[in-house]
């Protein structure tokens, strides 16, 4: 671990602070000593990076499929080394961060194809009518084209395939964007490694260095300095409301304003139906425990929300749960400071009034510091309406049951809910038909509405949403996961009466790279 | 003229203040108390298209249909008393004001027709494969839905295309989202009439009353209030950079962050080649001049700027351009503080400095207070780069030449440019095959460029895009002009393991509604 900057191309530690990582789950320090950022290395990426865009901005569909998969080799190429490292750094465990870098490659490869077929750009041609009366029409084409190099933040939960080479830098990458990334301070070793790959493919593809930089920070700064370059025009981002928030007006605030992508947090509400209680309680408190406790909890689609009648059944089913989770064994967070911001978090909510404790794992931890321990906590519906404070995502392991007094209370409090990443509704056939109105109000609510299955694993398709109303989402109507995610990283450009010559082969009468495209209102090749 | 605000269906006249309209060209002042919305006419009117919104984001694409081309027979049904009303409120003459009118009506259409074929949607199916390893994949549907309530702001300058039932209501509404209009204080007879057809046809297709609500107010006050209403889900604007850099960071700031697509501003520039002054240059005068006063220069895609090389040819044009625009007559600003806002403008830029008057209007105006008098004026590349504020557009019948030393500094000026919605080169054949990378810098800049072509005169079609870079909008990859537009007013919602039954028939197995859709990543009906 040389603990180096990438800027554009080149090694360089010229900050004065350093940071290390080590293993959550004993505190042993990694090797590896970060230096982060200085603000002059920092604005030599921006600069590098738009320096860059003209050229990353024309690419033929191809070149860029090519990179993307030189990316993919190259991070399969470091083979064991990657795998231990994301391991040592995170504590997750071997087989998920196996599994996790085929996603990243998966998602790598799934633009390159997106961006090789070609018709994504959306291209569109009205073509002239010089007789038209009163007024000819011209010649207009329109097609999606890159917005300019991006700034893209490392996500501590996932530091593969939400981190340097994640979602947002493959689509960045695949629209045609530079891309300057801010890796997560909890695994700047991943991050190098990573970064080294992403170097090296650049170079392999004879791309302009400032195509890609990666600078490290811990704290807010060296994120915060990076959104406000002028050279960036987008953002892409997973964390915390506030970090997320903070960094939306600043982008806001700035001369020239630029989207964020960032993707805040979401409760995941789960509303289970009684027929469903009634037919298979134990499997569903099997299966929601499994969820809840995925990845030690840390997940953006935690169903950190049931929804129950408060009943018989209902309660039945709340202790079902409960040993479930109590018998699980605490995970690890990914560093020391999510253990205790979900220690935290989880004291919060107990101690907003109202609030019971049903259950909390019994097994041992491996390590206090680095605890995830699963638990479930209840209220009522009428409770968690009256103290806002009730609706913060706590990120870990637990979820918080509310209770309502009948099914038909159900509509009733989906409408008052935040936005949501996701929302899941778990019933019978025969209860489902009646539940079609719930289902339309969580629709308002989420990006995506589940039936009876759980939110967590999110299928990287192009059918896929991953977003939702705020604070789901700071953008509502992009996605983060699957092909649809590249359009944020776009803006379609018209083009009035250019020669054919002229025209980008998108948008030629011959279709010479034989896309779907909308001609005068019809799709057609 | 009744003078009241339409609330949900109902007309409400509860406020204080009261504005009145006028002729610009005379001061006469027109027909009609216009009493500005209460706080309370307000609240009723965005909690009415909270509560309307389920039933339009679910109505078929068969229902809005009929509904957009019901407002457009009331509208076509309110005659004359429209055209002579929107003349005597903004100066503008018949003929452009029918012409308004049909492409009004024409917008309706389109969006009437696009929702109806229903594509639009953008229908994803990723159906399950339940044998896959290493885990199955869910079934994985997506549509583009129904945003929310959303505030419309008539715009000075369009009393009809982009006012009360212009193209950002016309969109909206085809999106299911219920509309609050906020009528422009220049025209608010033209609103009332506008409301009276649109509330007509909510009537007669049976809509919930909260569908569209029509507010009076002269401030900022309702509009700023309007923007931050809790119900409210997403904001379209045009007009100064000023009001909507207000509302954008207002949006940004409230609890829930909702988008703003506001158009703000552009100078439009036109780089003029050599070779097109050489075998043209009579008839690009001519042609610029007609596009730089058209309106009274009252249009966002005003060619407010000319960039041309600093020779004997380029000055000889300029003559030839300022003898065009000095023997115009001066247009009639559509209310007297567009006139004064000019005069300032233009006196502003003129005493930044090294800012030379080539020509002004000799024609005497019809009125000294309501007067946009065409004017030309000229100054280095190097000076515009050093003052800032010669970029700020001056919304009026001024075009700014900007003398280059020589073709090779057009690309350099070129990459300076803030942002813009249109930008056109002029040039022959020979020397249009050079300009790729004048082309390419200018991509970068607008949202449309254009060749040998004036960027007045926006075509509605599904190709064109109508927006740019900040400060042209503040939502780049967006159109308020086209069929496209109608995504602004929408989010994708995705469907994960839904029965067939409780699927939107965009997304049903058997596409009874027979629209292109990407199944498995390919298009397909």
Chains 1, 2 share one sequence.
């Not at 990438?6 to 293993?23: N, R």
């Not at 700064?221 to 892409?236: E, N, R, S, T, W």
């Amino acid at each position: 671990m040389h603990g180096q900057n990438f800027i554009a191309g080149e090694l360089s530690a010229q900050g004065k602070t350093t940071l290390l990582a080590s293993k959550p789950g004993t505190g042993e320090v990694l090797p590896g000593s970060f230096t982060e950022a200085s603000a002059a290395e920092l604005d030599r990426a921006c600069r590098a990076a738009a320096a860059a865009f003209p050229v990353t901005r024309a690419l033929s569909g191809k070149d860029k499929a090519a990179y993307l998969r030189a990316i993919a080799d190259e991070i399969l190429a470091l083979g064991d080394t990657l795998i231990q490292r994301a391991c040592a750094e995170s504590a997750l465990p071997e087989a998920r961060i196996t599994g996790e870098r085929g996603r990243t490659i998966g998602q790598l490869k799934l633009f390159a194809d997106l961006v090789e077929e070609g018709s994504w750009v959306d291209a569109r041609i009205d073509p002239a009518m010089p007789e038209r009366l009163p007024l000819p029409r011209p010649d207009i084409r329109s097609m999606k084209r890159a917005l300019g190099p991006v700034a893209v933040f490392g996500a501590s939960n996932f530091p593969l395939a939400f981190s340097t080479a994640g979602g947002d830098t493959a689509s960045a990458f695949a629209a045609g964007c530079p891309v300057v990334v801010k890796a997560h301070p909890f695994h700047p070793g991943t991050a190098e490694l990573v970064a080294q790959a992403i170097d090296a493919a650049v170079k392999k593809c004879g791309l302009p260095a400032g195509t890609f930089s990666m600078l490290h920070g811990a704290g807010a700064g060296v994120g915060q300095a990076l959104v406000v370059h002028p050279a960036i025009k987008a953002v892409g981002f997973t964390g915390s409301l506030g970090a997320g928030r903070a960094i939306y007006l600043a982008c806001a605030q700035r001369p020239e304003p630029i989207p964020v992508f960032a993707e805040l947090g979401a409760n995941n509400p789960q509303f289970i139906l009684p027929g469903a209680l009634a037919t298979r309680s134990a499997a569903l408190a099997a299966g929601l425990a499994g969820s809840i406790t995925m990845g030690a909890g840390q997940f953006c689609t935690n169903p950190g929300m049931t929804v129950l009648v408060d009943d018989a059944a209902g309660r039945a089913f709340a202790a079902q749960l409960g040993e479930e989770l109590a018998k699980l064994a605490p995970g690890t967070a990914v560093a020391c400071p999510i253990a205790s911001s979900y220690e935290k978090g989880l004291a919060a909510k107990l101690a907003a009034g109202e609030v019971e404790l049903i259950a909390k794992s019994k097994v041992a931890p491996v390590r206090a510091e680095s605890a995830m321990i699963p638990a479930l906590i209840a209220t009522s519906a009428k409770n968690y309406l009256a103290k806002p404070e009730l609706a913060h995502e706590v990120f870990g392991p637990v979820s918080l049951i509310v209770w309502v007094k009948s099914t038909a209370d159900f509509v009733a409090f989906a409408s008052q809910l935040e936005g949501q990443l996701t929302a899941a509704v778990h019933g019978e056939a025969t209860e489902l038909a009646d539940a079609a109105k719930l289902l339309a109000v969580l629709e308002e609510k989420a990006g995506r509405v589940i039936v009876n299955q759980f939110p967590t694993g999110v299928e990287v398709c192009h059918a896929i949403f991953h977003g939702g109303p705020f604070p789901a989402s700071t953008a509502a109507s992009t996605t983060s996961v699957g092909s649809g995610a590249i359009e944020r990283f776009t803006r379609p450009v018209c083009y009035q009466n250019l020669p054919q010559s002229l025209l980008p082969a998108e948008l030629r009468d011959d279709n010479p790279l034989g896309l779907m495209r909308l001609v005068n209102g019809q799709r057609t090749r």
